[in-house]
């Protein structure tokens, strides 16, 4: 991380894990001696609903739980309308985007009150509004180890493969044992190795 | 070994504001946790739970937020340290015994924490608790991040002790629902054994000796308080402008002034205890200030106790212009934001805010508008109450004499929206439902046509509505209690109710079976499963058809309870022949009205699909679909 602080939005549909990516995050790098604050923002809505955490990062200051407008370094979808709902209002020229491709059609879009965007406009939005992006199948290999919360750490790994953050298989291991569980750890590695293999098959500026 | 009972003095953990609470009240020394779940307050309590039986304590979700607090104060009573959490509304409920017990004072420590949810972001209010800490004639603690939660909990039983009285904490959802570095202190190895002193009475008879005592408590609690480190000032010695502010307005605050660099015009007055206000410490900051900036959620709190003794001191300060809610300066309602911050200072200070440059703002903007579609409040999928409601709106329908449906707290209160069909339409407080529909249930004596049906929750019943089933039973009102009973507190994180075999603990508990207890009050119920909905339509029609007090009880697992068993669960798939789309004339009711998150719209095909990612294997999809089809594959 180049910047103090260094501000990562990790975002997608309640349901998807966002929460516990960006517990692991945190506690990988609270390990490393950083002050990290994590705040989440779920509008009016857990169920169905966009929920972000704002994760900031500091080597000197404990910092608030949300950030301000524009200021995002690192963005982090589950979902790829969240991505553009969040470079929406925290997005900068400087952001980098870490994108699964899965859609989550919200109940609006089921019901037929609005359209969800077209992927390839949407995609192509997303690249325009960050320095660099990452589109990665997250949800199509957590479906192939078994289970489609594993999305959230295949991106994680991700993040760590294109070396956007400080994070490694070994912090992961770690962070996964002392905060959800000893048993986690092995299927929880998987999918993050999958996340680095993936993105480094097909990152793309 | 759970991460808040480590015992490693020193260490650094990010922790949630809620872990950093319950991992104070460990260092403190509890021996009791009482609570009834309610966000942003859940997991402080559940987390002790986890820790409970390794820790040697005892953990409780009580029945009710009073009931919490009383068992809380029956171990205070006998030289215990006990927690109490709760939300906002949860101290409306406890407020009955709290202005008593803060006239009999009690002999350990007693911690209230309440946390407020500025917004509602998952409460049907805003409700500024801190009000009530003023009539209680307590001490109320406001923490400003996550370590000061640790440390300000420990303290508030050091304080508790000292004056024998309840002492508040008031948390917010951005500090109890946050995380952030927490050092880790020394946990304690011995606790009392509990003993009740019966030469002296805890009465508060009478109150003219008992509100005498109370309020010496509390000047004592002043006199504690009147130095205390959780109160500090940052800044130049006479800024130009001074922000006055606590809880999560001070890390919104100081990261304003750095993001405006404005370090050297502005100073931060961070206050800690709120009530009662460090009056020499405030006196002797306002002498150094000429424009003042309130910065606190949700009610002018500090702004009004700060306006108060300023007026009290009025000639020995100099002439201060106050900004805040009251001045119309700052918005009156909702949570705090950065953005909200920094606008204030930068108007106040006349410096310019950051901003994006104008082509990526355009870009930004149409992203929002063309890419980001909007994600309306839904239940999950495979939710049981789409099913209830479904059915619901259904024997309403046959029924044809426009009954009324009183909601409740819980998942289905989201009934009041398209998720629910809009069905509900009443929404208030805990087992006010219940009481609604019987006092509706009785205007048939005055003419009234329309039926009345209460819905609630299995827990909400337990905490609210018997009181008000019991009431209508016993004066023959005519309405149709639905107990959604889908085995757990399922809004705040499927915590156990008393109708629950295990305790918070894990361990075994008597059920008070919700059956079993209906029957005995006169009101044998109806047991039905909603994902039955055919059968589930005909018992709600048949009970409205029924005169007097009736009971239905839909019960089926919440979803997310079954998905955390990880049990194969039901295939389901659309028939992509039989699926006839646009030529069915159904218009699309599997999508277009059900609005299950696990079904979804192929526009190009124009045919239902199913998300096989998030289908939950409900079946209610197969049950609707005029074309049957959609097929249920057992697991």
């Not at chain 1, 929920?51 to 200021?71: D, E």
């Not at chain 2, 009465?203 to 609690?221: C, D, G, N």
């Not at chain 2, 929404?427 to 819905?455: C, E, Y």
């Not at chain 2, 299950?596 to 998300?611: E, F, S």
């Amino acid at each position: 991380m180049t910047k103090d602080p260094f501000n990562v939005v990790v975002t997608g549909v309640g349901g998807q894990g966002n929460v516990i990516a960006s517990l692991l995050i945190g506690a990988m790098l609270v390990d490393q001696g950083y002050k990290v604050t994590i705040g989440e923002t779920y509008g009016a809505s857990q169920r169905g609903g966009s929920v972000m955490s704002h994760v900031r990062i500091s080597r000197t200051q404990q910092l608030g739980p949300l950030m301000p407008p524009g200021v995002a370094d690192l963005v982090i979808a589950l979902e790829p309308s969240e991505a553009a709902r969040v470079l929406g209002t925290l997005g900068n020229p400087s952001t980098v985007s870490v994108v699964n491709t899965r859609p989550v059609h919200p109940v609006d879009v089921i019901c037929g009150d609005l359209p969800y965007p077209d992927l390839a406009e949407l995609f192509a939005k997303i690249d325009s509004l960050s320095r660099e992006s990452y589109f990665i199948s997250a949800t199509d290999s957590a479906l192939e180890l078994g289970n489609p919360i594993l999305a959230n750490i295949v991106l994680l790994g991700a993040v760590a493969g294109a070396n956007l953050l400080p994070i490694s298989r070994e912090g992961l291991e770690k962070a996964v044992s002392e905060y959800m569980s000893p048993d986690k750890v092995a299927i929880n590695t998987e999918a993050f190795v999958r996340g680095i293999d993936l993105v480094r098959g097909r990152a793309r500026d | 070994m759970s991460l808040i009972s480590k015992d490693s003095p020193g260490k650094e953990l990010l922790l949630m504001g809620n872990e950093a609470i319950a991992r104070g009240a460990l260092e403190a020394g509890i021996s009791v946790a009482a609570a009834y779940p309610g966000n942003p307050s859940s997991e402080i309590i559940g987390s002790l739970a986890e820790v409970a039986q390794e820790m040697g304590i005892y953990v409780e979700w009580s029945i009710n937020e009073k009931v919490a607090l009383e068992v809380a104060a029956a171990a205070a009573a006998s030289g215990l340290n006990a927690l109490v959490a709760m939300k906002q509304n949860g101290l409306n409920v406890a407020s009955d015994f709290l202005f008593n017990l803060n006239l009999t004072g009690i002999r350990g420590g007693l911690v209230l924490v309440v946390c407020d949810d500025p917004s509602g972001i998952s409460s049907t209010n805003e409700q500024d608790s801190r009000i009530a800490a003023i009539p209680a004639d307590l001490p109320l603690l406001e923490p400003s991040t996550f370590h000061e939660a640790k440390d300000m909990v420990k303290y508030a039983f050091e304080l508790s002790r000292s004056i024998q009285n309840v002492c508040l904490v008031r948390s917010v959802t951005r500090i109890s629902h946050a995380r952030g570095n927490v050092t880790l202190g020394p946990l304690p190895d011995r606790r009392p054994v509990p003993y009740f002193d019966t030469a002296k009475s805890l009465s508060t008879l009478p109150a003219s000796v008992t509100h005498p005592t109370a309020h010496r408590k509390f000047r004592q609690a002043r006199e504690l308080l009147k130095d205390s480190p959780f109160n500090r000032y940052e800044g130049p010695e006479k800024p130009e402008l001074m922000v006055v502010t606590c809880g999560s307005g001070v890390l919104f605050s100081r990261e304003a002034v750095q993001e405006l660099g404005l370090d050297a015009r502005v100073g931060l007055l961070k206050v800690g205890t709120t009530w009662p206000l460090p009056e020499t410490f405030v006196v002797h900051h306002l002498a150094n200030a000429k424009k003042v900036l309130f910065v606190e959620e949700v009610d002018p709190f500090l702004e009004t106790n700060v306006l108060e003794i300023y007026a009290r001191h009025n000639g020995n300060l100099p002439a201060i212009e106050f900004f805040g809610k009251k001045s119309g300066f700052a918005p009156d309602v909702g949570e705090l934001s950065p953005g909200l911050v920094l606008g204030l200072l930068s108007q106040l200070t006349k410096t310019p805010l950051p901003t994006r440059d104008d082509r990526y703002s355009a870009d930004a903007q149409d992203a929002l508008h063309r890419f980001a579609p909007v994600r309306s409040l839904a239940f999950c999928a495979g939710c049981p109450h789409r099913a209830s409601y479904w059915a619901l709106k259904k024997a309403l329908a046959l029924d044809g004499r426009n009954g009324v449906v009183f909601g409740d707290i819980g998942c289905y209160a989201l009934g009041v929206f398209a998720t629910g069909f809009h069905q509900a339409k009443t929404l208030h407080a805990m087992g006010s439902g219940a009481g609604m529909a019987a006092g509706f249930g009785l205007l048939g004596k005055l003419g009234a046509t329309q039926p009345a049906i209460a819905l609630c929750g299995d827990s909400t019943f337990y905490h609210a509505a018997i009181p008000a089933l019991i009431n209508g039973l016993h004066h023959r009102s005519d309405f149709l209690l639905i107990i959604l009973d889908n085995s757990a507190t399922a809004m705040t994180g499927f915590q156990p109710h008393p109708g629950s075999r295990v305790d918070a603990m894990g361990l075994e508990a008597r059920p008070v079976v919700l059956e079993d207890l209906c029957a005995a009050l006169g009101a044998p119920p109806v047991i039905r499963d909603p994902f039955d909905l055919e059968d589930t339509t005909a018992a709600i029609y048949d009970l409205l058809q029924k005169q007097g007090t009736n009971v239905l009880i839909l019960r089926q697992e919440c979803a997310l309870v079954r998905a955390k068993r990880n049990q194969a669960r039901r295939k389901v798939e659309i028939d992509q022949t039989r699926c006839i789309g646009e030529e069915c004339g159904c218009n699309r009711l599997c999508t277009r009205v059900l609005k299950c998150p696990g079904l979804n719209w192929d526009a190009g095909a124009g045919k239902a699909r199913i998300d096989e990612a998030i289908c939950t294997g409900c079946g209610i999809c197969a049950q609707i679909c005029p074309s049957r089809a959609i097929d249920v594959q057992e697991a």
